[in-house]
């Protein structure tokens, strides 16, 4: 022999410590996926804003050119009323819809 002795709770203590850093890992990731899909959830958000600044300025845009050179009756009312409808349309979709990005404890799809 080399004289190198493991008694047999210095094994329990080894396989003891490797479970708790195993455990620690495994708390970790969690939290981190947790962090990281509240994240996303709020890019999302900041995301959807964005959008609907940049729309809303281009829809209003159009319309003050088209209000501010008057030519035809029929181009200003598709050019006020078309855009209402689709910003009518967009509006009742986002009040309505709702997502809810839960998952199961330890669920896979």
Same mark, same amino acid.
């Given at each position: 022999?080399?004289?190198?002795?493991? #008694?047999?709770?210095? /094994?329990? +203590? @080894? %396989? !003891?410590?490797?479970?708790?850093?195993?455990?620690?890992?495994?708390?970790? %990731? =969690? =939290?981190a996926k947790a962090a990281a899909e509240a &994240?996303?959830?709020? +890019?999302?958000? $900041?995301?959807?804003?964005?959008?609907?600044?940049?729309? %809303? !300025?281009? /829809?209003? +845009?159009?319309?003050?050119?088209? /209000? &501010?050179?008057?030519?035809?009756?029929?181009?200003?009312?598709?050019?006020? *009323?078309?855009? +209402?409808?689709? $910003?009518?349309? %967009?509006? #009742?979709? &986002?009040?309505?819809?709702? #997502?809810?990005?839960?998952?199961?404890? *330890? @669920?896979?799809?």
């Open positions: 022999m080399n004289g190198l002795t493991v #008694t047999p709770t210095q /094994i329990l +203590a @080894g %396989a !003891g410590v490797l479970f708790v850093l195993f455990w620690v890992w495994r708390a970790g %990731a =969690r =939290r &994240a996303r959830s709020g +890019a999302r958000l $900041a995301s959807l804003v964005g959008r609907v600044l940049f729309n %809303a !300025g281009l /829809i209003v +845009a159009v319309q003050w050119v088209v /209000i &501010a050179h008057p030519g035809s009756p029929w181009l200003l009312v598709a050019v006020l *009323g078309l855009p +209402a409808l689709f $910003a009518s349309y %967009a509006l #009742t979709r &986002a009040m309505t819809v709702t #997502t809810v990005d839960t998952r199961k404890r *330890g @669920g896979r799809r």
